[in-house]
T-cell receptor, first 109, second 113 residues
Framework: GQNIDQPTEMTATEGAIVQINCTYQTSGFNGLFWYQQHAGEAPTFLSYNVLDGLEEKGRFSSFLSRSKGYSYLLLKELQMKDSASYLCAVMGATNKLIFGTGTLLAVQP | DGGITQSPKYLFRKEGQNVTLSCEQNLNHDAMYWYRQDPGQGLRLIYYSQIVNDFQKGDIAEGYSVSREKKESFPLTVTSAQKNPTAFYLC????????????FGPGTRLTVL
């Protein structure tokens, strides 16, 4: 079967660093995406990893280990506006994204 | 501005009625998708289309139908056969291919009374 696991909720403090993990088991692998979604709004693209390693983009970084079926999203210098759900999604063997349930991040003052 | 539009934002229907959700994009994207989002669950794929006049069932296509007569438009009809139609519906589009991000519309929240 196909499965993507990520924590349901996380809490962090403004200005801190938080790491959101994602593990996956899928039929085929053609890349892993991270999206941010504020409540009631559309998901917006954050990052894409297809090769092992770290991709850095401003305050956000994403890491991938294909052999371990593992990725994480790292958010630095947290701001209140970073409070949102973070969705991990894997592109499997076909041209379809498989989404995890999302991690709801609450940033506290 | 280029983007994806979905209308309306909120939609109410009586049980037993069919309802059509619109999705329009002016990004010149070949591929379009419909997802359903329920609390505590990930986005689930309903239907997708890689090219005009062609579409495929996703993971939860039962009770839904689509058409793709124009590149810009991919309307979704929620039929009375859908057992639990109340949900947040998201439309997305992409250039196509396996490594291209999907761009999402603002969503339509459908409530069936």
């Amino acid at each position: 079967g196909q499965n993507i696991d990520q924590p349901t909720e996380m809490t962090a403090t403004e200005g801190a660093i938080v790491q959101i993990n994602c593990t996956y088991q899928t039929s085929g692998f053609n890349g892993l995406f991270w999206y941010q979604q504020h409540a009631g709004e559309a998901p917006t693209f954050l990052s894409y990893n297809v090769l092992d390693g770290l991709e850095e983009k401003g305050r956000f970084s994403s890491f991938l280990s294909r052999s371990k079926g593992y990725s994480y999203l790292l958010l630095k210098e947290l701001q209140m506006k970073d409070s949102a759900s973070y969705l991990c999604a894997v592109m499997g063997a076909t041209n379809k994204l498989i989404f995890g349930t999302g991690t709801l991040l609450a940033v506290q003052p | 501005d280029g983007g994806i539009t979905q209308s309306p934002k909120y939609l109410f229907r009586k049980e037993g009625q069919n309802v059509t959700l619109s999705c329009e994009q002016n990004l010149n994207h070949d591929a379009m998708y419909w997802y359903r989002q329920d609390p505590g669950q990930g986005l689930r794929l309903i239907y997708y289309s890689q090219i005009v006049n062609d579409f495929q069932k996703g993971d939860i296509a039962e009770g839904y139908s689509v058409s793709r007569e124009k590149k810009e438009s991919f309307p979704l009809t929620v039929t009375s056969a859908q057992k639990n139609p109340t949900a947040f519906y998201l439309c997305a589009s992409s250039i196509g291919g396996l490594d291209n991000e999907q761009f999402f519309g603002p969503g339509t929240r459908l409530t069936v009374l």
